[in-house]
């Protein structure tokens, strides 16, 4: 699976959208960019995920690049509750075990009141 | 709530010692996995059940064991326990071994004294 990059830390204020990037250029044809959170030691949970196109769910939208590079988890609205960390992982579709997941340090998103 | 139910939610024992951790799945899931999270290493991927078979290792040590079982409940065995293997385990479950959309339990945190 493919390496992501994402930044350490990213603040935000609540009622903001929150915008988190993540580098993945080295990604090929057939991974798909998942995107998970992880509330302080809860169990981490599946945002969203996508592997060319656009994606919105009642949670989030992904915005993949052109050239699958790189990409954009949106949180219209955050919200306190939304402060967690962000982890954004390239997964290879053709694999036999899709949930063996790699997740790297993520991205530390705090909402300011 | 997940869905995902795993037991005990702590845990702390000596070394040398052997604990047992639970999971069930959400209803309808055929497949399990186990992960480790622990300060230093971040979140690992230990082990993949699928209805009932293993599906992919992860880095998990020959100290550690799983199964899962008929009713596809499973069972992540630890034993000659060493103060390193403080962590938090969790357990999450998806409908078949093909997605990435995983649900995750709240964990089972264990101390080594």
């Known amino acids: 699976d493919a390496k992501t990059t994402q930044p350490t830390s990213m603040d935000c204020a609540e009622g903001r959208a929150a915008n988190l990037p993540c580098n993945h250029s080295?990604?090929?044809?057939?991974?798909?960019v998942y995107w998970y959170r992880q509330i302080h030691s809860q169990g981490p949970q599946y945002i969203i995920h996508?592997?060319?196109n656009n994606e919105t769910n009642e949670m989030a939208s992904l915005i993949i690049t052109e050239d699958r590079k790189s990409s954009t988890l949106i949180l219209p609205h955050a919200t306190l509750r939304d402060t967690a960390v962000y982890y954004c992982?390239?997964?290879?579709?053709?694999?036999?075990?899709?949930?063996?997941?790699?997740f790297g340090q993520g991205t530390i998103l705090t909402v300011h009141p | 709530d997940s869905g995902v139910t795993q037991t005990p939610k702590h845990l702390i024992t000596a070394t040398g010692q052997r604990v047992t951790l639970r999971c069930s799945p959400r209803?309808?899931?055929?497949?399990v996995y186990w992960y480790q999270q622990s300060l230093d290493q971040g979140l690992q991927f230990l082990i993949h059940y699928y209805n009932g078979e293993e599906r992919a290792k992860g880095n998990i040590l020959e100290r550690f064991s799983a199964q899962q079982f008929p009713d596809l409940h499973s069972e992540l065995n630890l034993s000659s326990l060493e103060l390193g293997d403080s962590a938090l385990y969790f357990c999450a479950s998806s409908v078949d071994g093909y997605t990435g959309e995983l649900f995750f339990g709240e964990g089972s945190r264990l101390t080594v004294l």
């Open positions: 080295t990604i090929s044809g057939n991974e798909y």
């Open positions: 992982i390239a997964l290879n579709a053709g694999g036999t075990s899709y949930g063996k997941l790699t």
């Open positions: 209803s309808g899931d055929l497949s």
């Open positions: 996508g592997l060319k």
